[in-house]
């Protein structure tokens, strides 16, 4: 089993490859319990990949080192992505990588788990996995993860940023393993609750 994270992170070292990290390190030997070993990981990083990135728009073609990343996408078992936010939304890098990997391959990401992740200065750019992120993935037919995380400056450190993980990592490493992320309500039949209608006349006439 594989387990592929993409990072947009620009800086070394970089909080969004930090959070891809510790993502990854939850999810991945989740996802193969009980067995002792866990999933592979590969990480991407996209500022490695920029150039080949802007030429593949260009040339219409992948250069070898993104066509290798593209075909690590395609074949993984399931994804953590993480960029950082610019402009109240995923970062260009990111956008452009995604786009070039659909271009070559509109369906390398379908029925695929993602983990949707972000990082950023402030809380306040929280929203961006539900107003950006989410709808990206969607839209590439992705099984997006029902928790994305999002790290702020002051959530390093801070209580709650590891439960976030844990939680969302586990939902990822339950898609990848096959399962379902939550339990099936029960099945009703419909008219089990009918009430039959003389019963409900007999319930309008006055007692007495």
């Not at 929280?126 to 993935?137: E, G, I, N, Q, T």
């Not at 992705?142 to 400056?153: D, L």
């Amino acid at each position: 089993m594989k387990l592929v994270v993409v990072s947009a992170g620009l800086s070394v070292p970089s909080s969004t490859r930090l959070l891809g990290d510790r993502l990854a390190a939850v999810a991945a030997p989740a996802a193969t319990a009980p067995e002792p070993a866990p999933a592979d990981v590969q990480v991407i990083e996209l500022r490695d990949l920029a150039v080949e990135i802007a030429h593949t728009f260009t040339s219409g073609f992948p250069d070898p080192a993104l066509a290798d990343a593209f075909a690590a996408v395609a074949a993984a078992d399931g994804l953590v992505v993480v960029t950082p936010v610019f402009s109240a939304s995923y970062s260009g890098l990111f956008k452009s990588f995604f786009d070039a990997l659909s271009v070559t391959d509109e369906n390398a990401l379908a029925g695929k788990p993602v983990l949707i992740a972000a990082t950023g200065g402030t809380a306040r750019h929280s929203l961006v996995l539900d107003h950006a992120l989410r709808p990206l993935f969607s839209y590439l037919k992705a099984v997006v993860v029902p928790t994305g995380v999002y790290a702020a400056s002051e959530d390093w450190g801070a209580e709650g940023l590891d439960a976030r993980i844990e939680g969302a990592a586990g939902e990822l490493a339950a898609l990848m393993a096959g399962l379902s992320t939550s339990r099936p309500l029960p099945r009703r039949d419909s008219f089990d609750q009918v009430i039959p209608f003389e019963q409900r006349l007999a319930a309008l006439r006055p007692s007495g």
